[in-house]
C-alpha cells in the first residue's frame, strides 16, 4: 500500500501571553521543524528499506511530537486541525494530513512573514509498512 506525504513548508507566533515565544516554542517556528522533519523523508535514501524505514519512523515520532506542541502554542480554533494531523501522521496516512496541513500553511501566511513561508510543496510517495 502506498502512503503520500505532502507536506508544505513555512515558518513563527504563540497563544501565551504570558510567556514569550522563542523561535523552537512559536508556531511559526514549530511549523518550520515540521518542514525540515517532512524535508527529511523526501530526501531520505530508498535503496536502503531498512534504512529509509528507520528515516521515516523517527520523522513520524518527531512530527507527531512537534504537532503536540503547537497544540500549546496555537490558538485554540487549529485544535482540531492539529488533532486531525496528529492522526493522520501517527498512523502514517499521509493523504489525510494534507487538509489539516493547510491549516498550518494559512497561518504561517497570515502570521509568520513572507520571508520565512514557503508556498512549495514537497510530495514523496512511500510504501507504507506496518
Not at 58 to 68: F, G, I, S
Not at 85 to 99: K, M, P, R, T
Not at 107 to 114: D, K, N, Q, S
Amino acid at each position: 500500500m502506498l502512503g503520500c506525504l505532502a507536506l508544505v513548508g513555512c515558518s513563527s507566533g504563540s497563544k501565551h501571553a504570558a510567556a514569550p515565544a522563542t523561535a523552537k516554542t512559536s508556531p511559526c517556528g514549530l511549523i518550520a521543524t515540521l518542514d525540515d522533519t517532512a524535508a527529511k523523508v523526501a530526501h531520505a535514501d530508498v535503496s536502503d528499506p531498512d534504512a529509509f524505514t528507520q528515516t521515516r519512523n523517527a520523522a513520524v515520532n518527531t512530527y507527531v511530537t512537534t504537532v503536540r506542541e503547537l497544540k500549546a502554542a496555537m490558538p485554540g480554533t487549529y485544535d482540531d486541525d492539529l488533532d486531525r494531523l496528529e492522526a493522520a501522521v501517527h498512523q502514517y496516512n499521509f493523504q489525510d494530513a494534507v487538509a489539516p496541513r493547510a491549516a498550518l500553511d494559512d497561518y504561517v501566511a497570515a502570521h509568520c512573514g513572507t520571508g520565512a513561508a514557503s508556498t512549495t510543496t514537497t510530495t514523496t510517495t512511500v510504501a507504507a509498512r506496518s
